[in-house]
């Protein structure tokens, strides 16, 4: 398909365990972010990726979290010892113009839910 | 301060009314400003841009005042299909990374 795909869209685990989400962006696309939203919130930004690089992580709420992307392609967003507060949409966005210029294309999340 | 900020609603409206929402942001240096739309349980999607001259797309009227730090959207002759949530979007930081309000819910009655 044309668009941002991330899988899984449905995630449901245990508190403690380890989660991976993955994303991929719109063939080209230099920029990536990935944002949460927790239920009837706003998105919050985790990191921005220009190319494989992450000049921004300042959004990660804390050492469990941690993203990658390789090949200026696909990202892999990874939460350590879930916990129930990490329950939430994860969003995954592309964009063919980096710092922010262009038009955001978004996936249609990964939904996790941590009991 | 929220480093974007908008009234989060709801705004309820007959069908054909007009109806603004306001943004605020903190960084005066950001250089770029969008509005999205998001409708429930799905992904945003942009709507327009906001340019410093003001810019118009059919029903909808955004602007941007760089002086007292606010973007505005303006919807003429609502439609059922405008419900959804209208979330500002602000570049921000080092990065210019987009930062998005956490959305001002619209709901149009018939």
């Known amino acids: 398909g044309a668009g941002v795909s991330q899988s899984p869209s449905n995630k449901v685990t245990e508190k403690g365990k380890d989660v991976e989400l993955r994303c991929d962006p719109i063939?080209?696309?230099?920029?990536l972010y990935w944002y949460r939203q927790r239920l009837g919130q706003g998105l919050e930004f985790l990191i921005y990726?220009?190319?494989?690089?992450?000049?921004?992580k300042s959004g990660l709420p804390s050492d469990r979290f941690s993203a990658e992307r390789t090949g200026e392609s696909v990202s892999t967003l990874t939460i350590q010892r879930t916990q129930q507060e990490d329950s939430a949409v994860y969003l995954c966005?592309?964009?063919?113009?980096?710092?922010?210029?262009?038009?955001?294309?978004f996936g249609e999340g990964s939904r996790l839910t941590v009991l | 301060r929220k480093e974007v900020e908008q009234d989060p609603g709801p705004f309820n409206v007959p069908e054909g009314a007009t109806v603004a929402f306001n943004c605020t942001y903190s960084?005066?240096?950001?250089?770029?400003f969008f509005w999205y739309r998001q409708d429930c349980r799905k992904e945003p999607k942009l709507l327009m841009s906001?340019?410093?001259s003001g810019n118009e797309d059919g029903r909808f009227t955004a602007q941007l005042n760089r002086a007292s730090q606010y973007i505005s959207l303006l919807i003429r002759d609502s439609k059922l299909s405008d419900s959804a949530t209208y979330l500002c979007?602000?570049?921000?930081?080092?990065?210019?990374?987009?930062?998005f309000g956490t959305g001002t819910l619209l709901a149009v009655q018939p």
């Open positions: 966005a592309s964009s063919l113009v980096t710092r922010g210029g262009g038009e955001l294309f």
């Open positions: 063939s080209g696309h230099t920029a």
């Open positions: 990726f220009q190319g494989n690089s992450a000049p921004d």
């Open positions: 960084n005066s240096a950001s250089q770029s």
């Open positions: 906001v340019y410093s």
């Open positions: 979007v602000v570049t921000g930081g080092a990065t210019n990374k987009l930062i």
